[in-house]
């Protein structure tokens, strides 16, 4: 019998520089990612502590003096990726982007932290990492939320880590590309174009990017500046999952928390209102524009995972879950299969994503036991048949985008051997 667990870790060594892991062994993304990093941290987690520990701490090496953690860090400056470290023009200590990405920190290191014991001489480290770890999250609520909404804002699809999801059409719709754009994107010469974004989407995404570098990515200005401005449901169901991890590291190692606390029952008010109870579905805010969106991403169920006080609610939530792909041989497809936008292959718009497969499962473990089971079953079964890709069609199973997907071998090691 092939040893998945084996094949699992040695594509995390694989992939792994000094001190930080790729998201892959190709080209296709030749740098570290923030929320991959979160993830590939909890891999490692389960056969070598030490490389988790680091791949967190060099992570947070590259915090910007704000708070704000980047969602590229640019170690190697030699790469073809697009857009580069020259084109971003920015970081604190390591050149990085000037965008983030979900953050799952405070999660999966209060995840490494109940298995494992820490010794008393890295304690220390442990509150150092903890303590950067509350400035992100305060930078989020500043910058991110400066009329204390409750919600927090991405000003750019690629902060929400589903780059390319239908969610955000509209407002992408919305912007005018740039006079005289030029660019050359180097992902779609690593995978084949009909799974990546369209050219008018890149061309969006760049006039985006130009934009918050000509306000020098200045976080005061920029909620009401950015071209693009969206409240996500399922960003912001990680955000409040993250700060309840959080507040239960702080305390644990005696450290000041009050004032997260308000801010979390806030949001835990204001997220519900994101669910429309009458038409079942969630509503994202397009905030730039004043408009809502409704679109049905697995991204939502997320709100499952933020561990919402409501049981009625949930109840509903998880009913509606049960009846966005669940009938075929594998789920959880990104977007819902009969819903017009969806695309079998292209990535976001369709495809089974293991992250957002371990993040409902997470969030379904203490809610709905049999339902989690199932899912952990379907997400070990498809990657033991099909491999560790980075995405797969939820029609065939078929693997896409790159090998040897770090995330994917991290989170397959932990729902093998969880406890
Ligand atoms: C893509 C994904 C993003 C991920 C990155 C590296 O851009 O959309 O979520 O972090 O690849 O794997």
């Given at each position: 019998?092939?040893d ?11 992939n792994?520089?000094?001190g930080y ?11 570290q ?21 680091e ?7 590259g915090?910007w003096?704000?708070?704000m953690?980047?969602?590229?860090l640019?170690?190697?400056l ?7 470290h020259?084109v971003?023009a ?17 999660i999966?290191?209060?995840?490494i932290l109940d ?7 890295e ?14 999250h305060?930078?989020?609520?500043k910058?991110r939320?400066?009329?204390n909404?409750g919600l ?8 929400s880590?589903?780059d390319n999801?239908p ?8 912007i ?8 050359k ?16 989407d890149?061309d ?21 500046k950015?071209?693009?401005n969206?409240v ?9 999952k ?12 005696n450290?000041?928390?009050?004032d997260?606390q308000?801010?979390i029952s806030h949001?835990?008010?204001?997220i519900i209102?994101l669910?429309d109870?009458?038409k079942?579905?969630?509503i994202?805010?397009d905030l ?5 969106i409704?679109?049905p991403?697995i ?5 499952l995972f933020a561990?919402?006080k ?7 939530i998880?009913k509606s ?7 075929g041989?594998?789920?959880?497809s990104?977007?819902k299969?009969?819903h ?6 292209r ?7 293991i992250n957002c497969?371990w ?12 339902f989690a ?7 070990i ?7 560790f890709?980075?995405y797969y069609?939820y029609?065939?199973g ?5 090998n040897?997907?770090s995330?994917t071998?991290?989170?397959f090691?932990d729902l093998?051997?969880?406890?």
């Open positions: 019998m092939k998945f667990i084996t094949e699992a870790k040695k594509i995390l060594i694989g792994r520089k000094d892991t790729l998201p892959t062994n190709n080209k296709l993304y030749p740098a990612w923030n929320w991959d990093s979160g993830f590939i941290a909890l891999g490692y987690s389960y056969f070598n502590l030490k490389f988790a520990l791949e967190i701490k060099t992570l947070l090496r915090q003096k704000d708070g953690i980047p969602h590229i640019f170690h190697d030699n790469t073809n990726y697009y857009p580069n020259s971003w920015c970081g604190n200590k390591i050149h990085s982007s000037g965008i983030t990405q979900p953050p799952v920190l405070a999966i290191l209060k995840i298995k494992n014991k820490i010794k008393d001489k304690i220390s480290k442990i509150k150092n990492i903890i303590k950067k770890i509350k400035k992100y305060e930078w989020f609520i910058y939320d400066p009329n909404s927090v804002s991405i000003l750019h699809p690629w902060e880590g589903y999801s969610l955000w059409d509209e407002p992408m719709n919305k005018k590309v740039e006079k005289n754009l030029k660019y994107r180097g992902d779609n010469k690593v995978v084949n174009p009909k799974y990546r974004p369209l050219d008018i890149y969006r995404y760049v006039t985006i990017k130009n934009h918050l570098r000509k306000n020098k990515y200045n976080p005061k200005k920029l909620y009401n950015s071209l693009f969206v996500d449901v399922g960003f912001n169901s990680i955000f409040l993250a700060n309840k991890d959080l507040i239960k590291l702080l305390k644990k190692f450290l000041k928390y009050k997260l308000k801010y949001s835990e008010n204001k209102k669910y109870k009458k079942n579905n969630f994202n805010f730039k524009n004043k408009k809502k409704r679109i991403s991204t939502n169920y997320f709100v561990d919402l409501d049981k009625k609610i949930n109840n509903k998880i879950l049960k009846k966005h792909n669940t009938k041989k594998f789920f959880f990104s977007v299969p009969n017009y936008k969806f695309e079998e292959k990535y976001w718009r369709g495809p089974i994503w497969n993040i409902i499962y997470q969030g379904l473990k203490n809610k709905d036991k049999n089971k199932k899912i952990k079953k379907k997400t079964d498809l990657v033991k048949e099909k491999g890709h980075e069609s029609k065939t078929e693997g896409f985008g790159a040897n997907f995330w071998a991290s989170l090691l093998m051997l969880e406890r």
